[in-house]
């Protein structure tokens, strides 16, 4: 996306987060450092002896049972011996006892976060950046096309078009330019303004364009006269996005709607909230919450929203769709007659989690209810089952660790990497023989081939580059074919006719 260049390797999209900044921690002194560190291990002893049945009915753990924490903890921070080995021993240990009260098979969504943690965390939700408003991407090594502007951006403003080509930034030729470096000439602070000179129609265009904060956790458009709403996170700003683009589609008089929510892992619960009220019927239930006692709340949609009809909705969902986007996706299955779902079975986080923040920045979230559809039917663990359940190609959903530098493995080895090299170079055409972690003498002559067409180094071998090139390759190929490589967005266009 625009100035962080997230070319469309594959279907996901990832949470664009409110920064909740950590200012404190340097002004503390000692002994209110200790008072958190008492404070933080309460919190946590009340949820790791809940999960485990030994709290009191008040829920608070005895004196004994703090106390004998109190004692280890204090003989490990002042004698032990290798203590003088550990940076930061106290924060060290307070950090790994609370990990051991919090970790479990029975729930990973209740955790402790550190400050830094924590901020990188919170910082997605907010679903804005800095910016003009556009995405773009590399067609070859020096045409670099926009393929998004997004609503009420300085681009759109400054008329900027999907499909302009990129030619200059403030005067200076970016033919020669990586995606980086083209991203930290675009890049600036609020209100100022750029120059970029785009070619559309094989003419020069100077657009000057101002930035400013752009939402970007939704993206809309129309397709054959059908409004698709691709909603890539739940973040603050998410409900008012996509309530434009239904106000734009109803101008429109578009009357079919496609929801994508592949790679959606969710978010702010309340945004879900808002995009369901503008679809379901005022009053109409979104999701039920169950805690522990058995007890369910029903949450309802909001009455002062605007209502938006359509003959028909398709939802898309991978196995990455997950939290409120699988209450957004139930509820409106279950609300709207005409809703269908298409891809692969969801993800299946059905609980609802509590936050504790604490001054020192960190933070600890804990699990309080897990949630239930307007029904009352559970998805946690368990997921959304698809109307029509369609896969994409795997090279569309395969990810490939990170390699270490001079890391490389020849043909006749076994290697977590080669799975996804074999799986990338079968999607770009070349002869592999198997698509698993044994890396054939057939596939290191598949991967010579491509390595000799795009002028590295043709040895046969997995190294770092070569997987990096295969990557770029795959990205570009899926963009420049997407209306045919995009199974699950084809067979939601079909269900419109």
């Known amino acids: 996306m625009e100035e962080q260049n997230k070319e469309k390797k594959v279907i996901r999209y990832r949470l664009e987060k409110h920064k909740w900044p950590d200012e404190i921690q340097a002004e503390k002194d000692h002994r209110l450092k200790i008072a958190i560190v008492i404070c933080i291990c309460i919190a946590c002893f009340l949820s790791g002896f809940m999960m485990n049945g030994v709290m009191n009915q008040s829920g608070v753990a005895s004196s004994d049972e703090y106390d004998k924490w109190k004692q280890i903890y204090d003989v490990m921070a002042n004698n032990w011996y290798f203590g003088k080995d550990v940076e930061d021993l106290r924060n060290t240990l307070l950090t790994n006892s609370i990990d051991g009260m919090t970790t479990n098979d029975l729930d990973p969504h209740t955790m402790y976060m550190e400050p830094e943690v924590f901020e990188n965390f919170t910082s997605s939700l907010q679903g804005n950046f800095v910016g003009i408003g556009i995405q773009y991407y590399a067609q070859d090594t020096d045409t670099f096309v926009v393929d998004r502007v997004f609503k009420g951006s300085g681009a759109e403003a400054g008329g900027m078009l999907k499909g302009d080509i990129i030619s200059k930034v403030d005067g200076i030729d970016v033919s020669t330019k990586t995606l980086d470096e083209i991203s930290a000439m675009i890049k600036g602070e609020e209100g100022t303004k750029v120059k970029i000179t785009v070619i559309r129609e094989n003419a020069e265009k100077e657009l000057t364009i101002t930035r400013a904060i752009v939402n970007d956790s939704v993206y809309g458009y129309d397709k054959n006269g059908v409004g698709i709403l691709e909603i890539n996170s739940f973040a603050e700003t998410s409900g008012d996005e996509v309530g434009k683009y239904l106000a734009e589609f109803k101008q429109k008089n578009i009357k079919k709607l496609i929801i994508d929510l592949r790679g959606n892992g969710g978010g702010y619960v309340n945004a879900a909230l808002q995009i369901a009220s503008y679809l379901i019927d005022q009053g109409g239930v979104v999701l039920q919450e169950q805690n522990k006692n058995g007890e369910i709340k029903q949450q309802y949609s909001f009455d002062d929203y605007p209502r938006y009809k359509f003959d028909k909705i398709v939802i898309l969902i991978n196995d990455e769709t997950a939290s409120a986007s ?76 990170t390699m270490e530098e001079g890391e490389f493995y020849s043909a006749d080895t076994v290697s977590i990497f080669a799975k996804p090299v074999q799986i990338y170079l079968k999607f770009l055409g070349y002869p592999v023989d198997r698509q698993d972690e044994y890396f054939s003498v057939k596939s290191s002559d598949a991967l010579r081939a491509y390595q000799k067409e795009h002028k590295l180094n043709a040895n046969g071998q997995i190294n770092e580059e070569s997987v990096q090139s295969l990557l770029s390759s795959c990205s570009l190929k899926w963009h420049d074919e997407q209306d045919k490589l995009d199974t699950q967005m084809i067979k939601a266009m079909e269900l419109m006719k």
């Open 326 to 401: 699988e209450v957004l996706t139930s509820c409106l299955k279950e609300q709207i007659k005409n809703v269908v779902t298409v891809g692969v079975n969801s993800y299946g986080k059905g609980t609802v989690q509590m936050p504790i923040t604490f001054e020192d920045g960190s933070s600890f979230k804990y699990t309080i209810a897990e949630w239930l559809t307007p029904k009352g039917e559970h998805i946690n663990n368990k997921g959304i089952k698809p109307d029509y359940e369609i896969a994409l190609d795997p090279a569309i959903e395969t990810g490939v660790p």
